[in-house]
T-cell receptor, first 117, second 115 residues
Framework: DGGITQSPKYLFRKEGQNVTLSCEQNLNHDAMYWYRQDPGQGLRLIYYSQIVNDFQKGDIAEGYSVSREKKESFPLTVTSAQKNPTAFYLC????????????????FGNGTRLTVT | GDSVTQMEGPVTLSEEAFLTINCTYTATGYPSLFWYVQYPGEGLQLLLKATKADDKGSNKGFEATYRKETTSFHLEKGSVQVSDSAVYFCALRLPFYNQGGKLIFGQGTELSVKP
């Protein structure tokens, strides 16, 4: 079955360490997104990529970095510069090529819960 | 700017009760509108969508109608079940030329259904 795989499900790190969250999709989607979810809040966009080797900052990119070397993969690194990294991180993807409109939904992975102490 | 506002939760209902979760939006142009559901510890699942004014999205007994005149997309279900307990998110999607076609979410409404 096609879908989005995020790993690991739970991640624990010490303050000051960088950590990388994995996101892989086999939906053949061009566009991929990273969102952050905090308790009782909606989701906020961190970074997005519409095509391989290109990505753009979202609303809360400070302290995060990404890469998009393959269509299937969009890893997120939470750096030590991120002041409040403890959160639930969700990766999503969507088609964005010719013939695909923004009527299409985003497909989400099951998330990674990061705890930094 | 573009935004989505949902009614605050938590909402607690008895099984078989009628559900309404209000959602209003502010957007330039004509966004697509979505409802997503999130079960504890999981990602978001698409519940339904509507892409133009007066469209009605429906799935699993849930319905929502895209009302351009009131900029609303309220979620309804005639008879809720315990298994409907989850957090519900209303969202709008921007065109691809606008921040890559990102989704803008409301803050979510937690629904708890008691037997």
């Amino acid at each position: 079955d096609g879908g989005i795989t995020q790993s690991p499900k739970y991640l624990f790190r010490k303050e000051g360490q960088n950590v990388t969250l994995s996101c892989e999709q086999n939906l053949n989607h061009d566009a991929m997104y990273w969102y952050r979810q905090d308790p009782g809040q909606g989701l906020r966009l961190i970074y997005y990529s519409q095509i391989v080797n290109d990505f753009q900052k979202g609303d809360i990119a400070e302290g995060y970095s990404v890469s998009r070397e393959k269509k299937e993969s969009f890893p997120l690194t939470v750096t030590s510069a991120q002041k409040n990294p403890t959160a639930f991180y969700l990766c999503a993807s969507s088609g964005s090529g010719t013939g695909v409109s923004y009527n299409s939904p985003l497909h989400f992975g099951n998330g990674t819960r990061l705890t930094v102490t | 700017g573009d935004s989505v506002t949902q009614m605050e939760g938590p909402v607690t209902l008895s099984e078989e009760a009628f559900l309404t979760i209000n959602c209003t939006y502010t957007a330039t142009g004509y966004p697509s509108l979505f409802w997503y559901v999130q079960y504890p510890g999981e990602g978001l699942q698409l519940l339904l969508k509507a892409t133009k004014a007066d469209d009605k999205g429906s799935n699993k007994g849930f319905e929502a109608t895209y009302r351009k005149e009131t900029t609303s997309f309220h979620l309804e279900k005639g008879s809720v079940q315990v298994s409907d307990s989850a957090v519900y998110f209303c969202a709008l999607r921007l065109p691809f030329y606008n921040q890559g076609g990102k989704l803008i979410f409301g803050q979510g409404t937690e629904l708890s259904v008691k037997p």
